[in-house]
T-cell receptor
């Protein structure tokens, strides 16, 4: 079945560490997105990519980085510059017909 | 800038009762509108979407939504709620001006639905 796979489901980060969240899709979608979800704040866009080797900042890109070397993959790195990284992170993809398909999320906790 | 307001943070309904979740949007033209559902610890699932045409949209799991331009609303309805409908529901608005690729989607803050026996 086609879909989006996010891994790991749970991730723990020590202060000063960079961590990378994986997102893979087999839907042949061109566009991919990373959102951050905090209680009571809905979803906020971190980065998005429409084509391979190209990506743009969303509303809260500071402290995050991404790459898009393959159409299927859009990993997110949470750097030590992100001062409050504890959150639920969601990856999504979309085709030109619109409507996002979401992964099941990664919960990141700072320890 | 586009925005979405979901005025109800939390709603409780009895099983079998009808449901209406409110959504108001702000956008300069005719928007793309969506409703998503999220179970705890999971991703979001698309319930239904409105791009154009008939303003009453049917979705999965027996949900429907009506686009009312005069009220800038896109309320979600279900005639009879089941216990399995307990979840968080998100309304979203998309930019309809770019049909060829990425369209920025803005999500509301969500409404948590509790279903009591």
């Amino acid at each position: 079945d086609g879909g989006i796979t996010q891994s790991p489901k749970y991730l723990f980060r020590k202060e000063g560490q960079n961590v990378t969240l994986s997102c893979e899709q087999n839907l042949n979608h061109d566009a991919m997105y990373w959102y951050r979800q905090d209680p009571g704040q809905g979803l906020r866009l971190i980065y998005y990519s429409q084509i391979v080797n190209d990506f743009q900042k969303g509303d809260i890109a500071e402290g995050y980085s991404v790459s898009r070397e393959k159409k299927e993959s859009f990993p997110l790195t949470v750097t030590s510059a992100q001062k409050n990284p504890t959150a639920f992170y969601l990856c999504a993809s979309s085709s030109k017909n619109y409507g996002y398909t979401f992964g099941s999320g990664t919960r990141l906790t700072v320890v | 800038a586009q925005s979405v307001t979901q005025p109800d943070i939390h709603i409780t309904v009895s099983e079998g009762a009808s449901l209406e979740l409110r959504c108001n949007y702000s956008y300069g033209a005719t928007p793309y509108l969506f409703w998503y559902v999220q179970s705890p610890g999971q991703g979001l699932q698309l319930l239904l979407k409105y791009f154009s045409g008939d303003t009453l949209v049917q979705g999965i799991k027996g949900f429907e939504a009506e686009f009312k331009r005069s009220q800038s609303s896109f309320n979600l309805r279900k005639p009879s709620v089941h216990w399995s409908d307990a979840a968080e529901y998100f309304c979203a608005v998309g930019d309809s001006s770019n049909s060829g690729g990425y369209q920025k989607v803005t999500f509301g803050t969500g409404t948590k639905l509790q279903v009591i026996p």
